[in-house]
C-alpha cells in the first residue's frame, strides 16, 4: 500500500518534471496552464497526505526553507573567469590568428554561442541533485544563492541517473552558464515598482543580479528568471574532448541551452553567425550583448591557456551599444494611469539598432536638471532592454550647438486641462482630476494587458477608439461592449471583433487576483494583488477591510493599505465593482498559505500559556482558525492555562469544550 502510494507520487513528479521541461526549457508545452495546475495540486494533495514521502526534488519544493538570514560564501571549484572583448572584425581577426600561431595549427573548430546579458551562476549537483547554486562573486569565491536559483523553474533540481548516463555525464558535476530575466518579466518588474513608489532597476541584468541576492526566495520565485547552461565540468575541470560535445550533453540531459549556437569550421563561419545574430537580437525576449567565440578542442583550450583573468580560448565579440545621437525638437508631456506626467522628449528621428527612435523617456523634472537638457539640444540616446528609449547625456561640441529653450511642466494637464501638482516629496507632478481620459485610457489598457486580464486585442488602438467614442467610460465597460459596438469601429472585421469577444468572455474566468490587480489600486501590483487575494479570499472581504485589517497582509504597510481603503471608500469605485460582478467575474478565490485544519472554528485563550499568546492565536489562524477575546455559543473551543478564571466559567456555563495547549497541538496535528 504504502509502496503503492510512492510510486504514484514518484510517477506524478516524474509527469510534472516532463512538462516544467516542455514549458520552462523547451519552451514548447504540451499542456495548458489549468491542466499543469490540476497535477501539481494533485500531487501537492498527496504528499500533505504522506509528509513523510516529500523529497527536497520533488517540483513541490522549489521554493521551501527559510529566508537566507544573511550572505554565505562559497568557494568555486576553479576560477570563473571573465571574456576580453572585441569590438571589430579586424580585432576579432586577430585574436583568431594568434590562437593559430600560439598552436600552430590550420585547421581550427569553434563554438559560436549568444552572449546572453545576466549573471554567471555555478550550479553543483552531487548523485544528480542540485546541492548548491553559487554566484560569481570575485571568480574564487561566491555567494551561496541556493534556495533561490531552487525556485527557477528552466533548472533542474534533480538529473535521473539513465538520463545523465545516456549524456555521458557523471552523477557529481557542475554546470555554469547565464541567469537572466527576459524582457517581458523585466518590465512588468518595474511596472510594478513604479506603482509601489520603489526605484526602478535600470537593465534586466541589475534587475537579475537584485534578484538572485534577494534574501527571500518566494519573492525570486515571482520574479521569473531563466537559466541558460554554457559549460559542464566535473571536479572544476572540462572532461568532454570537446566543448560542443558538453553543450549537446547538457542539452540532452535537460539543462536549457541556447539553441542559437553554431559549430563553425573558421573565420568566415564565426563572421557570418555573428552578422546573422545581430539581425535577429531585435526580437530576442532577453538581452545578448554580442557573441561569445570559442575554441572547440578542449586540449587546444589547455595549450593556449590563459592571461591573467581571461582564457586566450575564448574571446567575446561585442555589438555595438544601441545609441545614436540626435537633436530634441519638442517635448510631448505624457499622462499616465495613476495621473503622472512624464516629459517624453521628441527626437529628430534617428536609427538606433535596427528601429528609427523618434521619442525618448525624459523620466522627470529632476532627470532634466540632473541632465541639463534643454530643447534644441544634441543628445545621446540609448536603447536598453526598456521598451521606451531613453536620453542619456547632452553632446556638446562645434558640430553640436546647445539648445536653450527650457522644458516647463504644464500647469494643467496636457489632456483634461485640469490642474498638474507636485506633491511635497515626490518627484512626480500629477493630474488630480481622478475622471481624466488620459488615466481612463490608460486604467483599461492595464486592465486588458498581459499578465492581467489578457484581453487580447485590447491594444491602444481599439482602447482610443472604445473610449473616444464614450464606449468604455471604465473597466466595467468593457463586458457591456456588443459585436455591433465593434463592427462600428475603423479597422473591424467580423473575425476579429469575435476574437476580441471571446478574449473578453475567457477573462471572466481568470482569478481573483488578476481582478485585483486589474482595477489599478494605487501601489498594489501583481504581487500585493496576489497577497491579498490569498489573505481575503474575495473581493467583498477585501472590500470592506479596515486600514489595521489591511495591515495583517504579507508586505502590506500603512502606505498601500490606506491607498486601497481609499479606492474602495469612492463611491464610483465600489460601483465599478458591482459592475464587473455583474458581468460575471472571479470575485472569489481561495484563502491560501493557511491550513485547513481549524477552518472555521472560532477559538478564545485564556489563563497562563507556556508559549506566547501571539504565537498560538498566530498558529490558530494559520490554520485557518479565528481567535476571538470574548467566549459565546460561537465559541467552539477554549483553550485554558493555567489560572484561567472567568472565561473558563463561563464556557463551562455555556457547554463549549474546554481544551489544553497540548490538545491545541493535536488538532493541528502537531
Ligand atoms: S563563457 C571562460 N559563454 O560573459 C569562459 N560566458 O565576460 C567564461 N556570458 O562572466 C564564460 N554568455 O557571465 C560564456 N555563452 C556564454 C556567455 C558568457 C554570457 C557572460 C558570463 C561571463 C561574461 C564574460
Redesign the pocket.
Known amino acids: 500500500m504504502a509502496k503503492d502510494i510512492e510510486k504514484k507520487i514518484e510517477a506524478l513528479r516524474d509527469q510534472i518534471r516532463h512538462h516544467e521541461y516542455r514549458y520552462f526549457v523547451l519552451d514548447d508545452p504540451e499542456i495548458g496552464d489549468a491542466e499543469f495546475d490540476r497535477l501539481m495540486s494533485q500531487l501537492k494533495a498527496l504528499e500533505a497526505e504522506h509528509p513523510t514521502l516529500i523529497t527536497p526534488d520533488s517540483p513541490t519544493q522549489r521554493v521551501g526553507g527559510k529566508p537566507r538570514e544573511g550572505i554565505v560564501k562559497a568557494a568555486h571549484s576553479s576560477p570563473?573567469?571573465?571574456?576580453d572583448n572585441t569590438y571589430n572584425v579586424d580585432d576579432l581577426r586577430n585574436w583568431e590568428r594568434r590562437v593559430h600561431e600560439l598552436s600552430g595549427r590550420e585547421d581550427i573548430d569553434y563554438v559560436c554561442?549568444?552572449?546572453?546579458d545576466?549573471?554567471?551562476l555555478a550550479l553543483h549537483y552531487e548523485d544528480g541533485r542540485l546541492v548548491r547554486g553559487i554566484t560569481?562573486g570575485d571568480g574564487t569565491i561566491g555567494e551561496d544563492v541556493t534556495l533561490n536559483v531552487r525556485t527557477v523553474r528552466s533548472i533542474p533540481l534533480s538529473v535521473p541517473k539513465e538520463k545523465l548516463k545516456k549524456a555521458g555525464i557523471p552523477a557529481n558535476f557542475e554546470v555554469r552558464g547565464?541567469m537572466l530575466m527576459p524582457l517581458a518579466a523585466f518590465r512588468k518588474m518595474n511596472e510594478d515598482r513604479e506603482e509601489k513608489g520603489l526605484s526602478l532597476f535600470a537593465n534586466p541584468r541589475n534587475a537579475t543580479a537584485g534578484t538572485v541576492r534577494q534574501l527571500e526566495p518566494s519573492i525570486v520565485a515571482q520574479r521569473r528568471l531563466d537559466y541558460f547552461s554554457?559549460?559542464l565540468l566535473q571536479n572544476g575541470r572540462t572532461f568532454f574532448d570537446r566543448h560542443w560535445d558538453s553543450l549537446n550533453a547538457l542539452d540532452a540531459a535537460g539543462f536549457k541551452v541556447n539553441s542559437s549556437r553554431k559549430l563553425a569550421k573558421n573565420f568566415e563561419q564565426v563572421w557570418t553567425f555573428i552578422e546573422q545574430q545581430e539581425t535577429k537580437r531585435e526580437k530576442l525576449p532577453y538581452e545578448i550583448d554580442g557573441i561569445?567565440v570559442?575554441v572547440d578542442r578542449t586540449a587546444l583550450q589547455d595549450e593556449l591557456g590563459y592571461t591573467g583573468k581571461a582564457?586566450r580560448w575564448?574571446i567575446?565579440y561585442k555589438y555595438a551599444a544601441r545609441a545614436g545621437i540626435t537633436q530634441i525638437e519638442g517635448v510631448l508631456w505624457q499622462v499616465g494611469r495613476t495621473g503622472k506626467v512624464t516629459p517624453v522628449a521628441m527626437l529628430k528621428p534617428v536609427p538606433i539598432g535596427g528601429t528609427t527612435v523618434s521619442r525618448a523617456t525624459l523620466h522627470n523634472m529632476d532627470e532634466i536638471e540632473r541632465l541639463g537638457a534643454k530643447i534644441g539640444d544634441w543628445v545621446e540616446v540609448e536603447r536598453g532592454g526598456d521598451v521606451i528609449p531613453k536620453v542619456t547625456r547632452v553632446v556638446e561640441d562645434k558640430d553640436h550647438p546647445r539648445g536653450h529653450k527650457l522644458f516647463h511642466m504644464p500647469e494643467k494637464c496636457p489632456v483634461c486641462g485640469t490642474r498638474v501638482v507636485r506633491t511635497e516629496g515626490e518627484v512626480d507632478y500629477r493630474c488630480v482630476n481622478a475622471n481624466c481620459p488620459a488615466k481612463l485610457r490608460e486604467t483599461i489598457l492595464h486592465f486588458a494587458s498581459r499578465g492581467v486580464m489578457n484581453i487580447d486585442g485590447m491594444g491602444e488602438a481599439l482602447v482610443n477608439q472604445l473610449s473616444d467614442r464614450g464606449l468604455v467610460k471604465n473597466v466595467a465597460d468593457i463586458y457591456k461592449v456588443t459585436k455591433a459596438d465593434l463592427l462600428s469601429l475603423e479597422r473591424m472585421g467580423d473575425k476579429s471583433a469575435q476574437n476580441v469577444l471571446d478574449e473578453i468572455e475567457a477573462s471572466k474566468r481568470l482569478p481573483l487576483e488578476r481582478v485585483i490587480y486589474g482595477l489599478g489600486i494605487r501601489f498594489v501590483g501583481e504581487r500585493t494583488a496576489q497577497f491579498l487575494a490569498e489573505h481575503f479570499g474575495s473581493i467583498d472581504a477585501l472590500m470592506h477591510a479596515s486600514e489595521e485589517q489591511l495591515q495583517q497582509v504579507k508586505e502590506v504597510g500603512p502606505r498601500i493599505a490606506q491607498s486601497i481603503e481609499e479606492f474602495f471608500r469612492e463611491k464610483k469605485n465600489r460601483e465599478l465593482v458591482e459592475g464587473l460582478r455583474a458581468s460575471g467575474l472571479t470575485f472569489t478565490g481561495t484563502k491560501k498559505e493557511r491550513g485547513t485544519q481549524l477552518a472555521d472554528k472560532t477559538f478564545v485563550l485564556t489563563g497562563t500559556l507556556t508559549r506566547p499568546r501571539d504565537q498560538v492565536k498566530k498558529m490558530i489562524e494559520d490554520a485557518g482558525g479565528r481567535v476571538s477575546g470574548s467566549v459565546s455559543k460561537k465559541t467552539d473551543y477554549v483553550v485554558a492555562g493555567s489560572d484561567a478564571g472567568s472565561k473558563l466559567d463561563k464556557a463551562k456555563e455555556l457547554g463549549v469544550s474546554v481544551i489544553g495547549e497540548k490538545d491545541l497541538d493535536g488538532l493541528l496535528g502537531g
Open positions: 570563473m573567469l571573465s571574456l554561442e549568444l552572449k546572453l545576466g549573471m554567471s560569481r547565464e554554457y559549460m561569445v570559442k582564457p575564448a567575446a
